[in-house]
């Protein structure tokens, strides 16, 4: 399915009806709708009939969009959109890496809209604070002075456009600088294996929520966390959620 944006770019998504507060995926960077813990996701709400949508961001899996073009903007827009015109009443959004991020920002912006948060290896700030931060001063002159670098990535055959817009929008968008007010619980889970978000980086996430947050270290947990005990973890503190929303 298809929801058209005003600028004629359309985002592809998934939903299934039932029962509130509903559940909305936010992946991750470069990352689709169909990725493992998408549709684990979307089974559990089958089987709890709960209602779930899931989402391809500008520029992602079956959405519209030059990926180069993107911006952690444009994305927190697409989410808005999706919560605005594809969701009734209290949702759960459930982040993933970059998707932790957007969630957080979604959250800020409407939180009316939000009664809990599940974020797994939340990645917000990570264009400054975990990219930038690690590049060579040659590669930081090659984005601002020729407009990208082709990172390697590790999790694609690809590499991934890093733009000098990505990086100017993303500081615009920082939130770890300061206290972050959510009146809703929040759960994260992160893999102390990770080699793309420092679990460090996790705990200094839970440092700026003010609220009902908890974190769960996972010691061989890696950035995917996509193993069958990972998705069980995923839908247990999924369960806790519930089971804490006044």
């Excluded at 509903?22 to 493992?36: A, C, N």
């Amino acid at each position: 399915m298809k929801l058209e944006r005003e600028d004629g770019e359309t985002i592809a998504y998934l939903a299934r009806g039932g029962k509130s507060p509903g559940v909305v995926w936010l992946g991750g960077f470069k990352s689709d709708m169909t990725g493992t813990k998408a549709q684990a996701m979307d089974a559990w709400a089958e089987r709890e009939g709960r209602a779930f949508v899931r989402f391809d961001y500008f520029g992602h899996g079956q959405s519209s969009g030059n990926f180069r073009e993107g911006s952690i903007s444009r994305w927190r827009a697409d989410a808005l959109a999706v919560l605005d015109q594809l969701t009734v009443g209290p949702q759960i959004l459930v982040g993933s890496s970059m998707g932790g991020w957007i969630a957080l920002l979604a959250a800020l912006a409407r939180p009316e809209r939000v009664a809990g948060m599940l974020l797994i290896a939340p990645a917000a700030d990570f264009t400054e604070a975990i990219m930038w931060s690690r590049l060579p001063g040659e590669i930081q002159r090659e984005i601002m002075e020729k407009g990208e670098w082709l990172w390697p990535s590790s999790h694609d055959a690809e590499p991934y456009p890093i733009t000098r817009k990505l990086i100017e929008d993303g500081r615009k968008n920082l939130i770890l600088d300061g206290p972050i007010a959510l009146d809703f619980p929040v759960r994260i889970l992160q893999g102390m294996m990770d080699p793309d978000v420092p679990w460090m980086h996790a705990v200094k996430t839970v440092e700026r929520i003010e609220g009902d947050v908890t974190l769960t270290l996972i010691k061989n947990g890696d950035h995917r966390l996509s193993e069958p005990e990972d998705l069980a973890r995923m839908t247990r503190a999924l369960e806790d959620l519930l089971a804490h929303i006044k």
